[in-house]
């Protein structure tokens, strides 16, 4: 059974900087491109960023680029995302997801960052 | 990376069959076969229904099916039950290697 936990959520300020973790379990990690979704309150899904099964290649959204940074450990079957230069409209529910069939087909429950100014 | 466009929201009675539209361009719904369709209930996480277009994950009711003709996709959920009463999300594949999701489409069960 899949399961994806997401942690590392907090309050912090304009400007800080953060880093989530998603913990993968029930499947093999390594074979699998990840993905990280975020939805801010009230708002719909927004698609942030995406890396390969071995981590050699990372896509991201125009909203993120430069200021997230997508990476994985396999050996510890963890995601990462890495936020820096934080604002305002970053405040969101974060998701990690597994990348199969062409889309994020499992997900976790979310974690939840909020920016301060 | 626009999002792709959806009704706000939608609505129909028990027993009734309702679809949502999902309208894109040549970059993305209309170049790939990989659109999906997420549900989200209040406060939980999302649930793909549908991927690559018309594709069901096991245990997702027949209820549920996808199409796509040229650069718009679409959800149709038939027999409404109250428990189909959530937001629901598109999501393509596009030529920049990216994913882009809908504005989402409340669905109201009357």
């Known amino acids: 059974q899949v399961q994806l936990v997401e942690s590392g959520g907090n309050l912090v300020q304009s400007g800080g900087s953060l880093r989530l973790s998603c913990a993968a379990s029930g499947f093999t990690f390594s074979r699998f491109g990840m993905h990280w979704v975020r939805q801010a309150p009230g708002k719909g899904l927004e698609w942030l960023a995406n890396i390969w099964h071995d981590g050699s290649n990372e896509k991201y959204a125009d909203s993120v680029k430069g200021r997230f940074t997508i990476s994985r450990d396999n050996s510890k079957n963890t995601l990462f995302l890495q936020m820096n230069s934080l604002r305002g409209e970053d405040t969101a529910v974060y998701y990690c997801a597994k990348g199969e069939n062409h889309c994020a087909y499992e997900w976790g429950q979310g974690t939840l960052v909020t920016v301060s100014s | 990376q626009s999002a792709l466009t959806q009704p706000a929201s939608v609505s129909g009675s028990p027993g009734q069959s309702i679809t949502i539209s999902c309208t894109g361009s040549s970059s993305d719904v209309g170049g790939y076969n990989y659109v999906s369709w997420y549900q989200q209930h209040s406060g939980k996480a999302p649930k793909v229904m549908i991927y690559e277009v018309s594709n069901r994950p096991s245990g997702v009711s027949n209820r549920f099916s996808g199409s796509k003709s040229g650069n718009t996709a679409s959800l149709t959920i038939s027999g409404l039950q109250a428990e189909d009463e959530a937001d629901y999300y598109c999501?393509?594949?596009?030529?920049?290697?990216?994913?882009?999701f809908g504005g989402g489409t409340k669905l109201t069960v009357l």
């Open positions: 999501s393509s594949y596009t030529n920049s290697g990216t994913w882009v």
